[in-house]
């Protein structure tokens, strides 16, 4: 017979309440049970007891009293004289209600209309299915069309820097400048040729562009294109006067601290240390020994520290859950290896005592002493002793510091940004589906923290060739009322 409209339905309760029929069309088990004018109709199982009793379900339904009208997909169950229910998994349990709810909800007390508790149609309800909470109000900055992005770094006035390392063919300029809403290669255009024959003089792949206490803006150069090995002399550290928007100072790294398989990947500074500072940074290699390196930025000269240590290398067997997917490296004919990414987020403390960092393959945050990291009478061995696992932060992939000793953390997993207090207080200041893989942080004078989304996880090595990446990629920033830590 055809199917029953749930008005025709009502009428039928109130104009025929004492109607002695009782109607089954079922395609799965269904039970009338005793009672006049009860009416079925079924796709699973339903039940109707009572006078005046019509139910339309696919899944279970049931209704009983006089007056009930029930139509579901899934279950629903009304109860009492003059109950309606239309929608997935709802219960009325007593007389008189009338509002909408929500699928899974249960609805009771007075209304008033007519008596009856009614949820809409299915198509109505969709909105108001219950979903993943957004944390925090990350502002778009810019959105990026070209090149993918990672590093992000805003000068003491405001000026913002993104670097787009050469990890694939197109990348025109690997560093630039963020003006009006265009990117302009910086601090030229000359620097950003990609030359070969002159890389110990031409910016090569850019990973990171960091501002030190003293403003000015330094950039680390790997040396690598699309992941290989590292040019001889061209892995260095470029820095730049913001005032003259010429370069100062150029630290080449030798090959006995940028190994061939080497990735250098983020730094950070004190410039207390020393006659001029110094510097630290990551080897987040996949393929080769990971460590810490010191920078003496008055004599150029640097070193590898805690070289294959527990705190800098991928933790074994990590598989990391991104867009609800395992994260693993898939080749064209469909080979899986893990991620194998060792020290990556680096960050240091606001009293300059110890420096923070995590391996990219792993949920921990790890310190060490800085005093003994410098001084190179001390062996690798003592200053092992001085690490600490801090924290589990998440999957992370950049860090950053504030005044106030608090760690700032990306969360790829998640599509979040976590702030630690060394106390044991953590926070979740962003968690949004756009944030879709948060890599490097930076917080400015401004109190914003500015961070990259560039769907890493997306690229065509992780999905057997297939770029999944869809632009634009986005610079956000949120605002966090904290200032930086700047040591001079």
């Known amino acids: 017979m055809p199917s029953i409209q749930l008005n025709k339905l009502i009428r039928a309760v109130w104009l025929v309440p004492l109607a002695l029929s009782l109607t089954l069309q079922t395609f799965g088990a269904a039970d009338a049970a005793p009672g006049a004018g009860a009416a079925v109709a079924s796709k699973g199982s339903a039940k109707a007891s009572g006078a005046g009793s019509a139910v339309t379900s696919k899944g279970s339904a049931k209704a009983s009293g006089s007056g009930s009208a029930v139509t579901g997909k899934g279950s629903a169950k009304a109860s ?47 909105e108001l299915v219950p979903s993943q909470r957004f944390l925090g109000k990350p502002e778009v900055v810019a959105a990026i069309k070209g090149a993918m992005p990672t590093g992000v770094a805003v000068s003491f006035s405001g000026r913002k820097f993104l670097n787009f390392p050469r990890w694939e063919e197109g ?5 630039c400048e963020l003006r009006d809403g265009d990117l302009v290669p910086y601090p030229n255009a000359e620097i950003n040729k990609l ?32 992941f290989g090995a590292v040019q001889p002399g061209a892995a260095k550290m470029v820095c730049v006067d913001l005032g003259t928007n010429k370069v100062v100072k150029v630290i080449k790294f030798p090959a006995d601290v940028a190994l061939p398989t080497s990735y250098l990947n983020d730094m950070r500074f004190d410039l207390r240390r020393g006659k001029s500072g110094m510097a630290f940074l990551t080897d987040s290699s996949s393929s080769g020994n990971n460590a810490l390196v010191v920078v003496d930025l008055e004599t150029g000269e640097s070193f590898r520290r805690l070289a294959g240590h527990i705190s800098t290398k ?13 994260l693993m490296f898939v080749s064209e004919d469909g080979e899986r290896t893990g991620l194998r990414v060792g020290a990556d987020g680096i960050a240091i403390g606001a009293d300059g005592k110890h420096l923070f960092y995590c391996p990219l393959s792993s949920r921990k945050l790890y ?19 001085s690490v600490c696992e801090v924290a ?17 953390a990306t969360d790829y997993e998640h599509n979040a940004v976590h702030r630690i207090s060394l106390k044991g207080e953590h926070e979740t200041l962003v968690c949004d589906p756009r944030v879709l893989w948060p890599d490097t942080l930076c917080l400015a004078q401004d109190g914003y923290l500015y961070f990259t989304a560039n769907q ?10 297939k770029d999944l990446r869809e632009k634009p990629y986005i610079l956000f920033r949120v605002k966090v009322d904290a200032e930086p830590v700047y040591l001079r």
């Open 80 to 126: 009492g004289a003059g109950s309606a229910v239309m929608g997935k998994s709802a219960k009325t349990p007593s007389a008189g209600n009338s509002q909408n709810a929500s699928p899974g909800s249960t609805s009771s007390g007075g209304g008033t209309n007519s008596g009856g508790t009614i949820i809409k149609a299915e198509e109505e309800i969709k």
């Open 392 to 408: 589990e932060k998440g999957a992370s992939d950049g860090l950053e510091s504030d005044s106030a000793g608090r760690i700032y």
């Open 367 to 385: 310190s060490v002493n800085l005093d003994l990291l410098c001084d190179r009478s001390i062996s690798d061995d003592e200053v092992a002793k």
């Open 195 to 226: 030359q070969l024959d002159k890389v110990d003089s031409c910016l090569v792949s850019v990973q990171s562009v960091v501002i030190d206490p003293r403003d000015r803006l330094w950039l680390l150069d790997t040396g690598s294109i699309k």
């Open 314 to 326: 991928a933790v074994p067997g990590f598989l990391p859950i991104v867009e609800g997917a395992p």
């Open 456 to 465: 890493l996880h997306r690229q065509p090595f992780f999905h057997g060739g």
């Open 171 to 175: 990348v025109e300029n690997t560093c």
